[in-house]
DNA sequence: TCTATATACCTCACCTGTCAAGGTATATAT
DNA sequence: ATATATACCTTGACAGGTGAGGTATATAGA
């Protein structure tokens, strides 16, 4: 009982900077929890993740630096910019008039 | 304040169907009378509209039929299947779903 | 008479986010 | 040696949404 891309589709970004509120994590941890919050109900493909973090980036909500990993797989950690808490606000209010929007047409 | 392109992308079936379920209706409508039920917050494109028309005509979870206005503009009427119910059922679910999956994940 | 507005239909080209498929590299367990 | 897990990334195709354009009927106002 999975979930259909479309969706959810303009939903990956606030679902991103949502997790980077609570601490930077990187690409594949992101993944992951994502994937465990929603009890595998959710998953974020990797591609979508990728250019996701591409656009928030460019966009300036989130920024990225290397992790110092002196062993196993180099990891790009995320941060979240101040932009992008604001960004996030905007994403959370845009959410909630959706699902007051839909509530009313799809009964 | 109103809905952006990506979070609604998906949820033009659902919306035509649901509308339907009232009664037969014709486009020009069935558009009216959305934007009236959101207090013009959300506004169904006609390009969308019409494109969705096609796919749920082709899926035969509608069918059409031209009225016999003798004056004014013609109109053509859609009326949803027994399908059209069924799937409309799925739908619902997967809004429900998809309400439950994004409240977690976006806080 | 001409123009604007409302009703009512429709199509096409473009844009953008998603994703299957492919790739690279490190480390551990069998 | 091989498989699996971790961890990153790109590319090309796809599909739904939409701006812009078109057609036709009817009415109200200048």
Known sequence: MSITSDVIRGHTE???LAHLLEGDSYGYQ???EIMEKTN??????????????RRLEQAQLIT?????????????YYSITSKGRDV??????????TKAI?????K
């Open 40 to 53: 595998n109900l959710y998953e974020l493909k990797e591609a979508t993740l990728y250019t996701a973090f």
């Open 102 to 106: 839909l509530d009313t047409l799809i």
């Open 30 to 32: 992101i993944n992951k």
């Open 64 to 76: 990225s630096y290397w992790g110092d990993q002196e062993v196993g797989a180099r990891r790009r």
């Open 14 to 16: 606030p679902i991103i």
């Open 88 to 97: 996030y606000q905007e994403y959370k209010k845009d959410w909630e008039n």
